[in-house]
């Protein structure tokens, strides 16, 4: 199911109201709300192993710091930052350690350098409130891996336009640009009032990504800001360029779970919005769903678990 899959049932089967009458629009970006709270309890309500990504970040030789991926939420349980196998880069794929803020700050009061770090510390923020990896000082440029949880998905009802070739990056000033149209589609149908748009298909990378939508859309200007910080560059027109919504990233939480888990929770938050007492029967269903998608998401499965011998772990 999409973003307007799942409203549209809602409103359907629980508000019982036409899904996509003039009078339910204001009702409809409610259940929008709702799905985006739904959502993100449901994200937050484990370290999942499907939501688990890898980036790789690289601290410049003399410095200690670089802020983590535009998308970075946690390391959570089972993510962490190594250095890369040989054959992608240097490093032979140790593990750094996780460690207070004031290990780093105590290393980083001395003359102390370093170009094979063994610890590391999340803090502070950059510029564009983006998290910090923070290490002691380097010698050279060090690239590692990490495997982190990402954000929630970014939920709406766009779809976008399919790619098209006269859309050019304008007014570049910083991470900042203008998305213009030759005349083949109008903004204003499905961006008007959005906060986000994912590019791709330029020739500069910079210019692709995720975007927030930073001004007043009209039919042939798109105002946009880059939440990594990449400087954007000015582009004529040329490469197919596509734009897309976040309509169907409700799917990062698997499909499976969206009947037994998110209906209810959508359900639950529809019905208490009106007073209708049945909203508490909902919760319980939408509880009943997490506890089941935990059970269904358990890792080792098909494993005996025991506590770890006296002797330590056996070779691999």
């Known amino acids: 199911m999409n973003s307007t ?3 549209n049932q809602t409103l359907g089967h629980d508000d019982n109201v036409d899904k996509s009458g003039a009078d339910n629009a204001d009702r409809r970006i409610r259940h929008l709300e709702y799905l985006r709270e739904v959502a993100a309890e449901t994200w937050w309500a484990s370290d999942w192993a499907f ?12 410095t200690n710091s670089i802020p983590m991926p535009p998308d970075f939420q946690s390391i959570g349980n089972y993510g962490g930052v190594y250095f890369p196998i040989p054959s992608q880069t240097q490093g032979d794929g140790r593990r750094l350690e996780l460690v207070p803020e004031s290990v780093i700050t105590d290393l980083l009061a001395t003359e102390f350098t370093t170009s094979t770090p063994t610890v590391f510390a ?5 510029a564009f409130y983006r998290p910090l990896f923070q290490m ?6 060090v ?11 970014i939920l709406d009802e766009v779809l976008g336009f399919a790619p098209q070739v006269d859309l050019a990056m304008t007014a570049a000033s910083g ?3 203008i998305i213009t149209s030759g005349g083949s589609i109008d903004f204003t149908t499905q961006f008007l009032n959005q906060n986000f748009v994912r590019v791709l298909g330029y020739a500069n990378d910079e210019n692709n990504g995720e975007f927030e ?17 990449d400087n954007l560059v000015n582009e004529a027109i040329g490469p197919s360029v596509t734009l897309q919504g976040h309509l169907n990233d409700i799917k990062r939480i698997p499909e499976k779970y969206h009947q037994a888990l998110i209906m209810p ?4 938050k529809a019905r208490e919005s009106k007073g209708d007492a049945r909203w508490q029967r909902s919760s319980q269903e939408y509880d009943k769903g997490k506890k089941w998608m935990k059970m269904e998401e358990q890792r080792f499965q098909g494993e005996w678990r025991q506590l770890p011998s006296f002797f330590g772990r056996g070779s691999y």
């Not at 999340?122 to 950059?126: M, N």
């Open 5 to 7: 899959q799942i409203i």
């Open 51 to 62: 939501k688990k990504k890898q980036d790789f970040i690289t601290v410049l030789g003399g």
């Open 122 to 126: 999340i803090f502070g923020q950059d």
């Open 175 to 177: 991470n900042t640009g």
């Open 265 to 268: 929770g959508m359900r639950s």
């Open 213 to 229: 939508i930073n001004g007043t859309v009209t039919a042939g200007a798109l105002p946009v800001s880059k939440p990594s910080g």
């Open 143 to 153: 690239q590692l891996s990490v495997y982190y949880q990402p954000n929630v998905p």
């Open 136 to 141: 002691p000082k380097t010698d050279s440029d």
